[in-house]
């Protein structure tokens, strides 16, 4: 009796359990199988780490790392959607890890699967109550392009317009409350486990996530970056925003002007064009340090695929930067605007007084980290400290302790860090995949001081006199890095005229630097050259 009720117990339950996995996969998305597998993975890497990551066994953390790298990859992969931006964020960032992660986290700028024509038309039918044949003159049925969110059609309104139709992948939306549910549930764990400030940024991120899934919100982010464009006198005519058809829009779909151009990488097309990788560079670092200078309004994904260039409709031999994907922006304080300008300027001027001012002020207790982070490059304002030697474990345990003290007062961070330093590190990477045209630190010092609120005061002598003492230093600053620039480009073609072998720019010299120096301070081999999945054109 006890057998055959037992067996009909275990029968229900496995029955049970089948049914709520098939309802998972037909009506849910996968959420709880997806949910699932990240808890189990989480879970395993977790304990991989606590248990392996000790002095004893430095000697087998490259087969560690390799380990958790892949598996994170196949999570995310498995996973899909909003996980591959989670991993993309992990390559954008996987400098500064071991060289595992870069290795892996690389191929996740390949292109996403897309999803068939008929949810396509399922999601037009539920928020227009139309097929898309109703609404457009031609569609085309397959995808052009494909992303972790959405993907993207050519069609034609009725009047002929060719526009660019944005759709998001039906899966999302069921499955974005499970993951960002995940997501905290990870972070915390990690945080608890690795002893490490972690979770600061966590809702932050996610509400920014919410912001980019929700397609009425990307158009008027591209109306506000248009705006922006148009008041600044140096790039209007330099850069150009889609025009938004917002009465065809929904928070699922988006449709916008049609942009015949090639990515910002593709210099060989650039070169048919008739422009100099130059010019276009400094376009851009341009834009994006008018918006994190100037606006306030930062485009936060600003990958090669997001900017394209074409000849200027109005006269051809110029050319024009076309921004595109306006999903994900990130809006400073004033406050924290005006700090960030003054920040730069201190840092051309050593000025280690108002550095730590403007770090005691955000809550972070090692000005050095954030100088460094800033200029993304080692900046050193106590020269006179020794490096004493460590083994790799000592000095990722020291790192471990700095970040801790570096984040202690979390509250006081400025969460705007954690998106401009996104757009800092993918501008840094465009300009590097180009050669390094142009003294992208130069330009961005130079915006930065144009936009601070420091003027020259003529009313007292003495502050006049030390106000323009300052501008001479910065000035003189900005001079030496442009002739370190030109030395090094100098130096770079003569080194190709003679033995050949692959151009360096700028922007290569510096990554050594930031190698070198992660590797002397915390032990860390770093292979930048790992990192080329999106830059490839």
Not at 227 to 235: D, G, H, I, M
Not at 286 to 291: G, K, R, T, Y
């Amino acid at each position: 009796m006890l057998a055959s009720r037992g067996r009909k117990l275990g029968v229900g339950i496995a029955s049970s359990v089948v049914g709520l996995f098939a309802w998972d996969y037909q009506f849910n998305a996968e959420t709880i199988r997806r949910n699932l597998r990240t808890v189990y993975n989480g879970i395993h890497i977790a304990l991989d780490y606590k248990l392996n990551f000790t002095e004893k066994t430095a000697a087998s953390y490259d087969e560690l790392h390799e380990r958790v790298a892949q598996r994170l990859l196949r999570v995310c992969r498995k996973n899909g959607g909003l996980y591959i931006k989670m991993g993309q964020a992990i390559a954008t960032n996987s400098a500064v890890l071991p060289e595992p992660y870069q290795r892996a986290f690389s191929t996740l700028y390949d292109s996403a699967p897309s999803v068939p024509y008929d949810q396509v038309v399922k999601i037009f039918r539920e928020d227009f109550g139309k097929h898309p044949n109703e609404i457009f003159q031609e569609f085309s049925v397959e995808p052009l392009a494909s992303a972790s969110i959405a993907q993207v059609h050519k069609a034609k309104l009725k009047d002929g317009t060719i526009v660019a139709v944005k759709v998001q992948k039906p899966a999302i939306r069921k499955q974005m409350n499970s993951d960002l549910l995940a997501y905290k549930g990870l972070v915390l764990t990690y945080q608890y486990l690795f002893d490490l400030p972690l979770y600061w940024s966590c809702e932050y991120v996610i509400s920014h996530i919410r912001q980019e899934v929700d397609f009425m919100n990307e158009a008027k982010n591209g109306e506000e970056a248009e705006r922006n464009v148009k008041a600044e006198s140096t790039l209007r005519n330099r850069v150009h925003i889609p025009f938004i058809f917002k009465e065809y829009n929904s928070q699922r779909v988006l449709v916008a002007e049609w942009i015949d151009g090639v990515k910002l990488t593709d210099a060989k097309n650039i070169a048919k064009m008739g422009f100099s990788e130059k010019e276009v560079m400094n376009t851009t670092i341009d834009l994006f340090a008018s918006q994190i200078f100037g606006s306030g309004f930062v485009h936060s994904d600003p990958h090669p695929g997001n900017i394209l260039v074409r000849p200027h409709p109005k006269n051809a031999k110029k050319h024009q930067v076309v921004l595109l994907d306006h999903g994900l922006y990130m809006r400073e304080s004033n406050e924290f605007r005006l700090q960030y300008c003054s920040l730069w300027k201190s840092i051309f001027l050593l000025d280690q007084k108002e550095i730590e001012k403007i770090c005691s002020k955000w809550g972070l207790r090692d000005p050095e980290i954030l100088a460094s982070m800033t200029l993304q490059r080692p900046v050193s304002l106590n020269r006179g400290r020794k490096k004493v030697r460590k083994n790799s474990y000592q000095a990722q345990m020291e790192f471990k302790e700095r970040i801790k003290k570096f984040l202690s007062d979390q509250d006081s961070i400025p969460r705007e860090l954690i998106f401009l330093s996104r757009n800092m590190e993918l501008v840094r990477g465009n300009n590097k995949f180009m050669g390094s045209p142009v003294n992208r630190v130069g330009i961005m010092a130079r915006w930065a001081v144009k936009n601070s609120s420091i003027k020259k005061d003529s009313s007292h002598l003495i502050n006049y006199i030390k106000s323009t003492i300052g501008t001479l230093r910065f000035e003189t600053s900005l001079f030496l890095i442009s002739v370190a620039f030109e030395i090094q480009k100098f130096m770079d073609n003569c080194k190709i005229l003679i033995f050949g072998g692959e151009r360096r720019g700028f922007e290569d010299l510096i990554e050594d630097q930031v190698k070198e120096h992660i590797k002397q301070s915390f032990g860390v081999d770093v292979d930048s050259k790992r990192i080329t999945g999106m830059w490839k054109a």
